[in-house]
């Protein structure tokens, strides 16, 4: 099975930052990685595929990049609703799998 | 509008048998994947497994393999998680997914908090 690992676990940030969570999985999974963005309380919300694809409707602030092993989601210029935490998925093999989550805090 | 509508919570105890449901709509249910994914209180997310209604075809995590049944009813676009024998450790919020390519998971159910307690 492909483990997929998130850092940092906790990341304080200001409104208006341009922040970077990082992405590692265990082995190749070329550029068969997703995002989603959950709010406390909340279903997780869709962000990203194919590693760098915005999903229809997620702001430009949002960029994935990255491919095989190391992934990176940055959010250029940080908004106060963007403060959730954040999951990586592998899609490359069964069974799926999710990072553990990076939770975005309100310096 | 696509829209996945969850069942209410549940309260059961150890050793009880359990389905929760998921109905779809806004979309073609027999055309896209299905799947559940659960989170644990204060934990991550985890893929139980996904099933495709037009076909039935079902693809289970090995953690999950015997432990749960997915199925689904596509004559009222429904699909059910369900287990046999419910444990404490199965307390978690259970999330229905749609997936058009059976990969990555664009809209989620509100989810449905099963609690295990005896």
């Known amino acids: 099975d492909i483990q997929m690992t998130q850092s940092p676990s906790t990341l304080s940030a200001s409104v208006g930052d341009r922040v970077t969570i990082t992405c590692r999985a265990s082995?190749?999974?070329?550029?068969?990685l997703a995002w989603y963005q959950q709010k406390p309380g909340k279903a997780p919300k869709f962000l990203i595929y194919?590693?760098?694809s915005l999903e229809s409707g997620v702001p430009s602030r949002f960029s994935g990049s990255g491919s095989g092993t190391e992934f990176t989601l940055t959010i250029s210029s940080l908004q106060p609703d963007d403060f959730a935490t954040y999951y990586c998925q592998q899609y490359n093999s069964y069974p799926y799998s999710f990072g553990q989550g990076t939770k975005l805090e309100i310096k | 509008e696509v829209q996945l509508v969850q069942s209410g919570a549940e309260v059961k105890k150890p050793g009880e048998s359990l389905k929760i449901s998921c109905k779809g709509s806004g979309y073609s249910f027999t055309a896209n994947w299905i799947g559940w994914v659960r989170q644990m209180p204060g934990k991550g997310l985890e893929w139980l497994g996904n099933?495709?209604?037009?076909?039935?075809?079902?693809r289970y995590s090995p953690s999950f393999q015997g432990q749960v049944t997915i199925s689904a009813d596509k004559s009222i676009s429904t699909a059910y998680l369900q287990w046999s024998t419910l444990k404490a450790s199965d307390t978690a919020i259970y999330y229905c997914v749609r997936s058009i390519t059976g990969s990555t998971f664009d809209y989620w159910g509100q989810g449905t908090l099963v609690t295990v307690s005896s």
């Open positions: 099933i495709y209604p037009g076909d039935a075809d079902t």
């Open positions: 082995q190749s999974i070329s550029s068969w």
């Open positions: 194919g590693a760098s």
